[in-house]
């Protein structure tokens, strides 16, 4: 059974730095390495970042090279490395694996950590 467990989330100001964790177990991330998705309160979750392997990673837009995803095999961990926030990156934050077996798409989701940037 996969479980995903984020950490790291909390209160800065604008301008500021955070840095989430996400530990994976029922998984090895040679089958995939689990991205981060967010939502704000109202809207549809939306992608943050993804990775493939070390060189081959996805942003959403409004990241504007702000964050870096980033992972470690050996400890089973993803983290997103979030600087220059903004109020609008205000949102709880998941960490999400995708996995196909036998044709059928399984989503996995963590808790979620909430994120708050006041201005």
């Known amino acids: 059974q996969v479980q995903l467990v984020e950490s790291g989330g909390g209160l800065v100001q604008a301008g500021g730095s955070l840095g989430l964790s996400c530990v994976a177990s029922?998984?090895?991330?040679?089958?995939?390495?689990p991205d981060w998705y967010r939502q704000v309160t109202g809207k549809q979750r939306e992608l943050v970042a993804s990775m493939s392997s070390s060189t081959n990673t996805k942003y959403g837009d409004f990241v504007k090279g702000r964050f870096t995803i980033s992972a470690d095999s050996a400890k089973n961990t993803v983290y997103l490395q979030m600087n220059s926030l903004e109020p609008e990156d205000t949102a709880v934050y998941f960490c999400?694996?995708?996995?196909?077996?036998?044709?059928?798409?399984?989503?996995?989701w963590g808790q979620g950590t909430q994120v708050t940037v006041s201005s």
């Open positions: 999400h694996l995708e996995r196909w077996s036998r044709g059928t798409r399984y989503d996995y």
């Open positions: 029922g998984t090895i991330f040679s089958r995939g390495i």
